[in-house]
Nanobody, 124 residues
Framework: VQLQASGGGLVQAGGSLRLSCAAR????????VGWFRQAPAKEREFVAN????????LYADSVKDRFTISRDNAKNTVYLQMNNLKPEDTAVYYC??????????????????WGQGTLVTVSS
């Protein structure tokens, strides 16, 4: 499945952004979809993921209570609503698909389909 991330931009600390991850294939609805981010000189890290129906979500502790992941399978799109952004949220954000669930779904290596990233910059 091919994914395309969009919605990044420049925002002040405390602001909000909504990222979108769109797929062309209808089989998109079969997969858990995750958001990851990578800051300069740092490794890619897990942010959040959502199962095929939207009923199960996982979040990194650093974004819990600030970010919300959701999906609309009719539109083949997964969203990441980011509120109360902090300068440390600055990174390139990527979406990807996996057939794994649970704790495995937090691991970069469990994802086989990666979209092009979108840059989020949070100014202080």
């Amino acid at each position: 499945v091919q994914l395309q991330a969009s919605g990044g931009g420049l925002v002040q600390a405390g602001g909000s952004l909504r990222l979108s991850c769109a797929a062309r294939e209808r089989t998109f609805s079969n997969y858990r979809v995750g958001w990851f981010r990578q800051a300069p000189a740092k490794e890619r890290e897990f942010v959040a993921n959502v199962n095929w129906s939207g009923s199960d979500t996982l979040y990194a502790d650093s974004v819990k209570d600030r970010f919300t992941i959701s999906r609309d399978n009719a539109k083949n799109t997964v969203y990441l609503q980011m509120n109360n952004l902090k300068p440390e949220d600055t990174a390139v954000y990527y979406c990807a698909a996996t057939g794994y669930g649970g704790s495995y779904s937090r691991l970069v290596a469990m994802y086989s389909s990666w979209g092009q990233g979108t840059l989020v910059t949070v100014s202080s």
